[in-house]
Every structure is written in structure tokens, then in C-alpha cells.
């Protein structure tokens, strides 16, 4: 019985007690800069190591091809290459790799062609499977491994679980923008071990060509946005003697600009 619980929580959750959402879950987008893409924390890749950003990442780009106002192929992606220590690989870019989407109702298929192993049990002929609500709000993510993640909104939070409840990262959300991803890792006794926090900011008042496109690769923060950050910054903690101590800081500001229709130029548009 308890396996079914997490989806039914979903389903109380995203129907009694979700808001309208007006945006639009067509990008008009017809590429996106690696620039404005995040790859960290992929559920295609896992804990793979990255030879990223290439060496002009505002000009590598992603594209995009349609088929009835959906994208139906993401061209760009990333490739195992040895790394040079031993039988250690790392992600390197690459435009010979694409994602070829297959929509099936309320579902986005995703296959990784030519084929590549990324983590352990992958399993590469598969794709990951995107669902979400109506509203194009993300429900449930399948990995190419069969692991399932599932999402609940809970006020201003999305709670990221497994299939056993167990919460893997927390969303916090305020006016319509993701404002920081939470992930607490503990030991087996229960206690606190390690925490990440990713920041998002600067945010502007444009509409977010990516709203809802968790699917498309390198697309998942931005997709649970209205609007578009600039900023990401990375907190690592430690926990120590009772609480959390900062081990590392990070941060990557990407510059915005706009065309006359108040667009942001994350890539080009039809009839740029």
C-alpha cells in the first residue's frame, strides 16, 4: 500500500490546491547559449564529472526543432570522453549528440541518440520520462535506471521524493520564481552530513521562454521560473559539532539582454 501513497499525494496536492498557471509551455526559442543552461544535477547524467563550459560557452549553443509548436529534437549534448586517470571519464559537449522527444499525452519521452552510458545500471536504448499536470507543472520524472522521482508542491516549496517519501531536495519558490534548491544528505544513523544550496537571483520581469521545459537538456531550473535569473550562486556545508559549517562558495552571473519585444536573448528566435 505505501508505494501508491506518494502518488496520491500528488494528485490531491496539484488539483485541490494549484493556482492557474497563464505561461505559455511553448518556447518560441529556436536555440539556447550553453551560457544560460545549467547541466549540474541532470537527471540524464547523474554524478558524472564535466568538461564544461566549452571554450566559448556564449557562442555553443543548443537547438531546437518543432513539430506542432513542440520541440521534438534538441540538437547538442554530451559525450564520454577518457579523462586521462585511468578508466575515469568525463562530459564533454558536443553537436553530434541530440535528444529526439516523443509526446504522449500528458508525457515527455526522451532518447539520447547515438546512445551513451552516463551512470551506473544506465540503461541508454531507454529515455527518461518527463509527466506532468495540464498545466505543464512537473509531477514525476523516470530516469533511464527505472529510479522515479516524484513532486509535490506544498505552499512556496516542491518537495523532490522517492518512492518511499523519503525528500531528496526541497524548491523554495517566491513570486512565481525558484529562489533556492536545498539538498541535505545524511548518514545512516539519521544524523546531518553534508548540505548544498543553490541560490538563483537577479531575476527580471520578462517572460521565461523556458517556463515548463524541464525536459530540455540543460533547461531544468530555469523551467520551474516565470521569469529569468542571471545569478546562481553554491554553497557546500559540512555539519560539525551541531551545525552547518560553509566549505565552499561559488557563483556564475550570465549578462541578459533583450530584444524590442522585451524577449530575453538567451538564443535565437523564429525570424531573428
Known sequence: MKRFLVPIILILCLTG??????VSLNSPLESCYALYLNFDDNHLFGEAEYVYPPVDSGKNQITFEYLDNRIVRVTGGFGMVPSGYGTMENLIFSERIYDSIVY??????????PEHFYVMDDQPEKPIIYSTNEKGRLLKVTRRTGREFYYA?????ILEMNRHEQILRTFYMAD???MRVETITTRDNGVPWQKKEMIFTGYDR???PLRNQYHI?????????QNNYSKLTTHTFQWEEGSWARESSYSVEVPMYYNE??????GEYNGS
Open 176 to 178: 512565481g520564481n525558484l
Open 153 to 157: 508542491r506544498e505552499d512556496q516549496k
Open 206 to 208: 520578462a517572460p521565461n
Open 217 to 225: 537538456l540543460g533547461a531544468f531550473y530555469r523551467a520551474f521560473s
Open 17 to 22: 490546491c494549484e493556482e492557474e498557471d497563464p
Open 104 to 113: 504522449k499525452e500528458n508525457q515527455q519521452y526522451v532518447y539520447t541518440r
Open 261 to 266: 519585444l522585451g524577449q530575453p536573448l538567451l
